[in-house]
């Protein structure tokens, strides 16, 4: 089985500064990369996601996600957070030939003013 | 509203009594999985149907739960003889690939409290 690892649980940062949330994952086959947040009280929505191609990725609301193959690692950035952009971020993945989504266990990002 | 519906949004109930969730997929979507979320951890999945038919069901989910698409549509999911470590999030989500794999589209869940 998949597992999806979150090494950042809570994060706290002011506004302005710069993000980096960790993601790493163990299947060595094709993967379909993930990134969610919710806000809070809502549902979980996507922010981004790799396929195949380039391995930069630009979500929504200024987001960025690199696809580094040779590390497992899908890392999520933001280089300015708002306050607006508290909220918790879950990594997901899905592998190309597999049905679930395997999920990280979250960060909880909180913005300071 | 086009998105992922599930109801009751909140339900509480006595150990021991059997509950059952609804989840209304967006509507042209014949993947639909069924996740539970307890605080602090990411969802776990713990089924999924592709059309009617329950192609995938977690160790997760024991004998007590049941999850029925009976018409493509809709989903329901039972829990029988409910246990206070039942108390989750349980969320839906549906997808439609389209020759690559796609994202799933959650619904706000539904927040079960066993007491």
């Known amino acids: 089985a998949q597992s999806v690892s979150q090494h950042n649980h809570h994060v706290i940062l002011s506004e302005a500064a710069s993000l980096e949330l960790g993601c790493n994952y163990s299947?060595?086959?094709?993967?379909?990369l993930f990134w969610y947040v919710q806000y809070p009280g809502q549902h979980l929505q996507l922010l981004l996601k790799?396929?195949?191609?380039?391995?930069l990725v630009k979500g929504i609301k200024g987001f960025e996600a690199e696809f580094i193959k040779s590390k497992f690692s899908f890392n999520l950035r933001k280089p300015s957070v708002q306050w607006s952009d508290t909220a918790e971020y879950f990594c997901?993945?899905?592998?190309?030939?597999?049905?679930?989504?395997?999920f990280g266990t979250g960060t909880s990002l909180t913005v300071i003013p | 509203d086009t998105g992922v519906s599930q109801n009751p949004r909140h339900k509480i109930t006595k150990r021991g009594q059997n509950v059952t969730f609804r989840c209304d997929p967006i509507s042209e979507h014949n993947r639909l999985y069924w996740y539970r979320q307890t605080l602090g951890q990411g969802p776990e999945f713990l089924t999924y149907f592709q059309n009617e038919a329950q192609l995938e069901k977690s160790r997760l989910l024991s004998d007590r739960f049941s999850a029925e698409r009976p018409k493509g549509s809709f989903s329901t999911l039972e829990i029988q003889r409910t246990e206070q470590g039942d108390s989750a999030m349980y969320l839906c989500?549906?997808?439609?690939?389209?020759?690559?794999?796609?994202?799933?589209?959650f619904g706000q869940g539904t927040r079960l409290t066993v007491v």
């Open positions: 989500a549906s997808s439609s690939p389209t020759g690559q794999a796609t994202e799933a589209f």
């Open positions: 790799y396929f195949s191609g380039d391995p």
């Open positions: 299947y060595g086959g094709t993967v379909n």
């Open positions: 997901a993945v899905n592998q190309n030939t597999g049905n679930q989504f395997y």
